[in-house]
């Protein structure tokens, strides 16, 4: 039995900085871009990314490239 695996899907994930709340935390959320091209190089997908965070306010503190995996039994 051989276990084969398909990518079902690439996704963008960041993760932005929005600063001091006013009560001494940090406020941080995440933002996930689908439908990202498989066949992406991590350099487009880097250029990608840094375009976005130049186009918005809170600061990009991280990038993900998130892909997921269906495995099916052959």
């Keep these: 039995m051989a ?3 398909q990518i ?3 996704d963008m994930k ?3 900085n ?3 709340n006013g009560e001494g935390k940090i406020v941080k959320k ?4 689908g439908d ?3 066949d992406v190089t991590d350099e487009a997908f880097f250029a990608t990314a840094k ?3 130049a186009m918005q306010e809170p600061i990009m503190e991280r990038k993900q490239k998130v892909t ?3 495995l099916m039994e052959v």
Aim: no cysteine; charged share 30%; net charge negative.
């Design 36 to 38: 990202v091209r498989e």
């Design 68 to 70: 997921s995996e269906e």
């Design 8 to 10: 079902t899907g690439v």
């Design 51 to 53: 375009a976005i965070a």
């Design 18 to 20: 929005y600063g001091d």
């Design 14 to 16: 960041t993760t932005l």
């Design 3 to 5: 276990i084969e695996k």
């Design 30 to 33: 995440t933002k996930t871009y």
